[in-house]
Nanobody, 119 residues
């Protein structure tokens, strides 16, 4: 069984900073971990993935502003200089098998999400 618990969301002013955390409770280590964002009426979109051998891939909108870190099976997202367009529900996702996809359907396990509002 795998459980993911996100925290750290909230309201922040544009140009500020926010740090999201994801704690993973699992029997096996995760191969790929990721943060996704979703806004109403749209599909979940990748923010950043952290795969095997420390391979990190940011979406263009996050590059240079957001920083992902991973500590065993805990995942963090440092959001610096957020913009109103970063507003949404942020989900932590885990894939146990090899591969680190960029689409949401490639991940088997999800947290419940944490809301981030940038104004």
């Amino acid at each position: 069984d795998v459980q993911l618990v996100e925290s750290g969301g909230g309201s922040v002013q544009a140009g500020g900073s926010l740090r999201l955390s994801c704690v993973v409770f699992a029997t096996y280590s995760s191969y790929c971990m990721a943060w996704f964002r979703q806004v109403p009426g749209k599909e979940r979109e990748r923010v950043v993935t952290y795969g095997g051998y420390g391979r990190i891939s940011y979406a263009g909108s996050a590059e240079g502003r957001f920083t992902i870190t991973r500590d065993k099976d805990n995942l963090y997202l440092q959001m610096d200089s957020p913009r109103p367009s970063d507003t949404g529900t942020y989900y932590c996702a885990v894939r146990l098998n090899s591969g680190c996809p960029i689409r949401a359907r490639g991940f088997e396990h999800w947290g419940l999400g944490t809301q981030v509002t940038v104004s």
